[in-house]
């Protein structure tokens, strides 16, 4: 049959046979075994059944069964864009981070807009914080700016956002509504936590109903640190600040463009991007040290209170440009994963108890909600700098380690090493005991081996000797076996000069050099 200008075959019962020819690329299963027919399985005759056999017919029906990943817990409604970050003045005095050194650096970016409280088909226009999560795509890694559109949330410590985020969605018993207003469980968790004042002020005024995401603010709201090359820390609070200018509507026009449009933010976001019109923000920053922090009446920890902006202009440092819409909603809109502990060095966290929380429940939901620990290696995620780690396996693992070595240290001299000129270092917190460092009582690891030694009888050291010559005469390396005698020799000599000999070892090693001094009279 030809509709309009194309041909199609047609099957004995109509339907419609496209098949691949010129620049039509062949279908094919997942192994990509060519596909004959796609619109019939296969029967034990006309009228069925259908047989296991088909293959094509059970793998196409089993993938779309797996279809679905749980939505976020939070932010299930986004829409996401691709662009770009560029410096336009330098904080090299303030970081190390490479992003926010020499003018003109661009790197690229991801954003994803959302709404908080509604499920991923819920409707735009709904009064409602927006997210604003930022990945730029740096060289150092990716620094993941996780905002919203206001610059206060709703409480102070994380321990409370479960709470209030059961408080925010749909009711238990009856799985309604989905936004804030008219709803008593909200307003209850509202009215029992004080802290919630300020946010619900934020929460009632226009910045909940934003014509689209093009016409609003972001806000890193967190108080963040800068480290710069001296170790130096400088408190820092982000911002995004539109070129477009702020614009909401009023409730009245929020609720027919709900009902007339669900899709309207995302579809003007697109809209603006496919017909050339770029969006963009200026990236600023409000800078203050610990002196200036401390003649405020509340503390900058305190998600709750900004630094205002009368007191602390913001300083425009970058812009942020949106000009790419995504090939795929799902495998990038969707499968997205944006982490407040996503940092570069030179940027650092504080104490603030809402951000430390953060830290950790990006992580462990996206472990779900993407199906293990390898949601890094989606290219949306990745980062778009050289990584290398010996972290392997689990489910869908597409960056395991190369050859035999997969930890360190190793003999091998292969494999990534740690750097410490240029590694992440975390900044020390205020009380100034932040450490990785071990203390000098876990330096001794000689003598409690040589006590259990000794305590073994004459044939149960024996034993102990032959069953080290054993296991050492199957390593190949030379090199290995005297550095495990090295260590022995800080036990018991008779020990390690026997299994010297016992290795047929041409000269015995120095002692191992002992961090701490073994102590040789363990009954004194
Ligand atoms: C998701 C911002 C507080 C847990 C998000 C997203 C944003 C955001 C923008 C969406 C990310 C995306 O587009 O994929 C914020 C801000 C907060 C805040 C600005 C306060 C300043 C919290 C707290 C917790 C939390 C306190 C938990 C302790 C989550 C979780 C998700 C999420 C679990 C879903 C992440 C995913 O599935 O990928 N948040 N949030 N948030 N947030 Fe928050």
Redesign the pocket.
């Known amino acids: 049959v030809t509709i309009g200008d194309q041909t199609f075959e047609r099957g004995p019962q109509g339907a419609t046979h496209q098949t691949a020819d010129g620049d039509t690329p062949t279908l094919t299963t997942q192994q990509g075994v060519p596909v004959a027919d796609d619109q019939n399985s296969l029967k034990a005759g006309p009228r069925g059944g259908t047989l296991l056999e088909d293959f094509h017919f059970r793998e196409k029906i089993f993938h779309f069964d797996h279809e679905r990943i749980p939505e ?4 299930a409604r ?1 829409y ?1 864009a691709h662009g770009f970050f560029e410096l336009t003045d330098s904080l090299s005095d303030y970081t190390t981070a490479s992003v926010l050194g020499k003018t003109g650096t661009r790197v690229p970016a991801f954003v ?3 709404t ?1 409280a509604g499920g991923k088909g819920s409707f735009d226009l709904a009064r409602d914080v927006r ?3 930022v990945k730029l795509y740096t060289e150092e890694g990716n620094w993941d700016l ?3 559109n206001m610059p206060v ?1 709703f ?1 102070q410590d ?1 321990i409370k ?1 479960p709470d209030m985020v059961h408080a925010v969605k749909e009711e238990p018993d009856r799985g309604f509504p989905q936004a804030q207003s008219a709803h008593d469980n909200f307003w209850d968790f509202a009215s029992l936590s004080p802290e919630t004042v300020h946010m619900l002020l934020w929460i009632m005024s226009d910045r909940a109903i934003p014509r689209s995401f093009r016409f609003m603010e972001g ?1 890193g ?2 108080t963040f640190r800068l480290i710069n090359a001296e170790g130096k820390s400088t408190y820092v609070k982000f911002h995004w600040k539109p070129k477009q200018g702020l614009q909401s509507v009023v409730w009245n026009e929020a609720v027919k463009i709900n009902g007339a449009d669900p899709d309207f933010h995302r579809r003007d976001l697109w809209q603006a991007i496919e017909s050339g019109d770029y969006p963009e923000w200026e990236l600023g920053v409000q800078l203050f040290d610990d002196a200036f922090a401390d003649q405020f009446d509340f503390d900058i920890l305190d ?1 709750t209170k900004l630094i205002p902006e009368e007191l602390i202009p913001v300083r425009r440092i970058g812009r942020l440009v949106l000009d790419r819409m995504v090939d795929n909603f799902f495998a990038e809109t969707e499968q ?3 982490c407040t502990q996503n940092v570069v060095p030179g940027i650092g966290f504080t104490n603030d108890p ?2 430390q ?2 830290n ?3 992580l462990d ?2 472990t779900k ?1 993407l199906g293990g620990p390898n949601f890094t290696h989606i290219p949306i995620n990745a980062p778009k700098c050289p990584f290398h780690n010996f972290q392997q396996d689990g489910h869908a693992a597409m960056h395991n380690p190369k050859g035999r070595v997969n930890y360190e240290p190793n003999f091998w001299g292969a494999g990534p090493r740690e750097n410490p000129k240029t590694g992440y270092r975390h900044f020390p917190d205020d009380n100034g005991r932040t450490t990785r460092e071990r203390g000098e009582l876990f330096a001794d690891h000689y003598s409690q081996a040589r006590q259990f030694y000794i305590s073994q009888t004459k044939p149960e050291q024996t034993h102990i000797k032959n069953a080290f010559v054993f296991e050492l005469s199957k390593v190949e390396t030379p090199n290995i076996r005297s550095r495990v005698v090295a260590h022995l020799l800080n036990v018991d000599e008779t020990l390690a000069k026997g299994v010297a000999e016992g290795l047929g070892l041409k000269e015995l090693p120095a002692p191992a050099p002992a961090a701490r001094t073994p102590i040789t009279d363990l009954a004194a």
């Open positions: 976020r817990v939070v932010h986004g996401g994803r807009f959302s908080v997210g604003f999560a996780v905002g919203n949330f409480i994380a956002f806000f709201v967190h998600a997205v994963a944006f809402l951000l929380g953060r950790f429940s990006y939901t996206q909600r």
